[in-house]
C-alpha cells in the first residue's frame, strides 16, 4: 500500500516530473541538505579555526544520492555505477590541464605538511563531490529521463553548465577579487559542460567527481585558501577563456548526434521503467 502511494506521488511530483524547474530546484535541495548535514563541520570550526574541510558536506552529498535512488526505487540503478568509470576518465583528460596548472606553484607545495596536504585532499573533495551531486548527479540525471535527442541532451549540458559556473558568483562575498571570480564563472561555465557530456556519455558520477576533486586538491595545495583574493592578470584571463572555450567545444564534440543512440541506451538503462520512452515531457 505505501509502495503504491509513492508510486503515485512520483507520478505526479511537481518538481521532478518537470525537468527544466528540476534542473534549477533540485541543485537547491541539495544546498539545503548540505547546510543541514554539514552542522558539525561548522562546530569542529569554531574550536579549531584551521578546519577549513567538509567531511560531513560529503555524507550530505552522498544522503542526497540516497534518498534521489530511494525516491525512483529499485528500478533507478543510480549514479555510482563503476561501469564506463575508465572511459569517463579518459574522456575528461582534457580537462586535467587545471590540475597541471595549479600544480605549477612546485614551491607552495614542497613547503606543506603532511597535515596540510591532507587538509587539501579533504577540502577539495568537499566541491568536487558536492557540486557533481547537484548539478549533474541529481538534475542531470532526471533531464536524462524526458529528453532523447541531441538538441535537448546539450541544452541539459548547457544549463548546468550555467548554473554550476554561475554560482561561483557567490566567491565574492568570501573576499575573491572581482575579475578573478569572473574569469572563475566562466571557465567553469565551459568545464560544466565538459563534466556534464562526460556524465550524460557513461552514466556515472565517479569519473567528474574524481577529476573535479583533484582540480580542487591541486589548487588548496599551492593556495592558502579557496577563494582567489588576487586580482587575475590579462594573460590568465586570456588563457582561462580559451580554455572555456575549447572545453565547452570538447563537451559539444561529445554530444554529437552520432553518439546520441549510445547515449540514451546508457539511461535507458539506468532509468529502467522510470525512462519516459517517447522522450517527453510528462
Known amino acids: 500500500m505505501l509502495k503504491e502511494k509513492i508510486r503515485k506521488l512520483r507520478e505526479s511530483h511537481i518538481i521532478m516530473n518537470r525537468p527544466y524547474l528540476a534542473l534549477f530546484v ?25 578546519y577549513q574541510i567538509g567531511i560531513f558536506a560529503i555524507l550530505g552529498a552522498f ?11 529499485s528500478d533507478f540503478k543510480g549514479n555510482l555505477q563503476t561501469k564506463n568509470l575508465g ?76 548554473l554550476f559556473g554561475g554560482v ?8 575573491a577579487a572581482l575579475s578573478s571570480t569572473l ?35 591541486s589548487h588548496y595545495l599551492t593556495s592558502s585558501s579557496g577563494i582567489l583574493k588576487a586580482e587575475s592578470s590579462t594573460l590568465q584571463i586570456i588563457i582561462l577563456a580559451v580554455l ?3 572545453f565547452t567545444a570538447w563537451g559539444f564534440y561529445l554530444m554529437r548526434d552520432s553518439k546520441v543512440p549510445e547515449i540514451n541506451a546508457v539511461w535507458k538503462s539506468i532509468w529502467g521503467c522510470e525512462y519516459v520512452e517517447d522522450g517527453t515531457e510528462s
Open 183 to 217: 574569469i572563475q564563472v566562466v571557465y567553469a561555465m565551459g568545464l560544466g559542460i565538459a563534466f556534464a557530456a562526460v556524465y550524460f556519455r557513461t552514466g556515472t558520477l565517479w569519473p567528474t567527481i574524481i577529476l573535479h576533486s583533484l582540480i580542487d586538491i
Open 26 to 50: 533540485m541543485p537547491l535541495w541539495a544546498a539545503i541538505i548540505k547546510n543541514i548535514t554539514c552542522i558539525p563541520d561548522q562546530v569542529i570550526r569554531q574550536i579549531w579555526p584551521e
Open 87 to 162: 572511459r569517463g576518465l579518459v574522456l575528461l583528460l582534457p580537462t586535467a590541464v587545471f590540475v597541471i596548472l595549479n600544480l605549477t606553484s612546485l614551491e607552495k607545495l614542497k613547503e606543506a605538511s603532511f597535515v596540510s596536504i591532507l587538509v587539501s585532499i579533504i577540502a577539495g573533495t568537499t566541491p568536487g563531490v558536492f557540486e557533481e551531486v547537484a548539478f549533474r548527479g541529481l538534475a542531470g540525471s532526471n533531464f536524462m529521463r524526458f529528453f532523447h535527442t541531441g538538441k535537448k541532451i546539450r541544452l541539459a549540458a548547457i544549463l548546468t553548465g550555467i
Open 63 to 73: 544522503l542526497c544520492l540516497s534518498i534521489h535512488k530511494k525516491w525512483f526505487s
Open 244 to 246: 572555456a572555450v575549447v
Open 168 to 175: 561561483h558568483i557567490v566567491n565574492l562575498m568570501a573576499g
